[in-house]
């Protein structure tokens, strides 16, 4: 008989997957057969229902952990299980009890590597902000730039072309454009365009 191969899962839903697996007779790996067996399809879909309240996973994620599927399925054994609760009291009582002892047993687990998760994530997002703030800062400053020594080439070309008192005179009799009268502003803020 050959060997199974172990179960390779986001260590956030393998929990979950192991005891909602177990309370159902079933084993972790059956979880993510592609299959419609009835017994099958609900464990798996209170497995999803479970992670997708408790473990901050996308939807996708979930799905690719409980063999493949999309984040469509994700959403619709969401919609199952919650409407199973509201309409089937009997599946609402054998819920309740399979979720007293899940609280008790398996949820600090789940919420103790989501919260360390949550504290390195933070620190990580605070770090790579600065560094996009600083990438975005350069890039506008360089956007900048660009527009000021634009505008001062266009300016010596109709200088070049007409006369400088004939530029000024016609800068004054034209109405700027909001972009152009924004752009300016924007220099001024950067003390690069003394107007």
């Known amino acids: 008989m050959k060997k199974e191969e172990p179960l390779i899962m986001d260590v956030r839903i393998k929990p979950i997957v192991e005891f909602v697996a177990e309370w159902h007779g079933l084993t972790p790996r059956q979880l993510t057969f592609k299959t419609r067996k009835r017994e099958v399809v609900e464990a798996r879909q209170i497995a999803m229902w479970l992670a997708i309240n ?18 469509a399925t994700c959403s619709y054994a969401k919609k199952t299980i919650d409407n199973l609760l509201e309409t089937n009291k009997a599946f609402s009582k054998n819920f309740n009890e399979m ?80 972009e152009l009268q924004k ?6 803020d950067y003390k690069m365009l003394q107007l």
């Open 54 to 71: 408790y473990t901050r996973m996308s939807l996708a994620a979930i799905g690719a952990n409980l063999g493949g599927k999309d984040h």
């Open 99 to 178: 979720y007293e002892v899940f609280k008790k047993n398996v949820l600090p687990q789940i919420t103790a590597y989501v919260a360390k998760n949550d504290y390195e994530l933070g620190l990580f997002n605070a770090k790579t902000l600065k560094e996009k703030t600083d990438v975005i800062k350069r890039e506008y400053e360089k956007r900048l730039v660009g527009i000021y020594m634009h505008s001062v080439k266009t300016l010596k070309s109709l200088e070049k072309n007409i006369g400088e008192d004939n530029v000024m005179e016609g800068f004054r009799k034209v109405k700027m454009t909001k």
């Open 183 to 188: 752009s300016i502003a924007k220099l001024r």
